[in-house]
């Protein structure tokens, strides 16, 4: 079975642009999250949706958004985006919501410049 | 609000050596989820463990083992006999029941030497 795959793997932006990222989970699973891994903040919870809809959120702000697709893939994208944006986001994918193991992929450099 | 701390930043063994990886949590929930992946340098986490909270039964694996403590709130990793390729950051995280949102430690980088 294929993994968690995101695209593309790396990006480099310049501030003020906006870019969209986006995840395709393992195959069956319907649950997909992202998170954001920064040097300084390490991992931090970004947004997790289960069957389209959006069940929680991190403490982000609004610039960030998501959504999920019937198909079960996933995009997010932030707007505007400001040189502490740069980091690696990671996307994860789950059968269900509850405690169910989250597989990652290999995650999107993005570097805002 | 739940938390992981792992106080360890990085540790440094030679090959062959044991070594083990404190994880320590803080949950209001009775039921939850405890978890370690590991985090190689090209930066995929991947997943070691999965254990939930009724469940204090401890686990081993190969030359991983894991010890779950609800009594101190730890959930420590063990690595016998560690490996150069054991060389990574690992990483112990925490879902409370009825979501998948992990709570991350901030890390732990192991280095193993020849």
């Known amino acids: 079975k294929a993994g968690v795959t995101q695209t593309p793997r790396y990006l480099i932006k310049t501030r003020g642009q906006q870019v969209t990222l986006s995840c395709s989970p393992i195959?069956?699973?319907?649950?997909v999250s992202w998170y954001q891994q920064t040097p300084g903040q390490g991992l931090q919870f970004l947004f997790e949706?289960?069957?389209?809809?959006?069940?929680n959120k991190g403490n982000f702000p609004g610039r960030f958004s998501g959504r999920q697709f019937s198909n079960s893939r996933s995009e997010m994208n932030v707007s505007t985006l400001e040189l502490g944006d740069s980091a690696l986001y990671l996307c994860?994918?789950?059968?269900?919501?509850?405690?169910?193991?989250?597989?990652f992929g290999p995650g999107t450099r993005l570097l805002v410049l | 609000a739940q938390k992981v701390t792992q106080a360890q930043t990085e540790i440094s063994v030679v090959e062959k050596e044991d070594v083990t990886l404190d994880c320590v949590y803080e949950t209001r929930d009775t039921t939850y989820y405890l978890f370690w992946y590991k985090q190689p340098p090209s930066g995929e986490l991947v997943f070691l463990i999965r254990r939930n909270s009724f469940d204090e039964q401890n686990e081993i694996s190969g030359r991983y083992s894991w010890n779950f403590q609800k009594s101190t709130s730890s959930f420590n990793f063990t690595i016998t006999a560690s490996q150069v390729v054991d060389s990574a950051v690992y990483f112990c995280a925490l879902s409370e029941a009825g979501y998948s949102t992990l709570t991350f430690g901030k890390g732990t980088m192991l280095l193993v030497s020849p």
């Open positions: 195959s069956g699973h319907r649950s």
């Open positions: 949706y289960f069957s389209e809809t959006q069940r």
């Open positions: 994860a994918s789950s059968l269900r919501q509850g405690g169910e193991t989250q597989y």
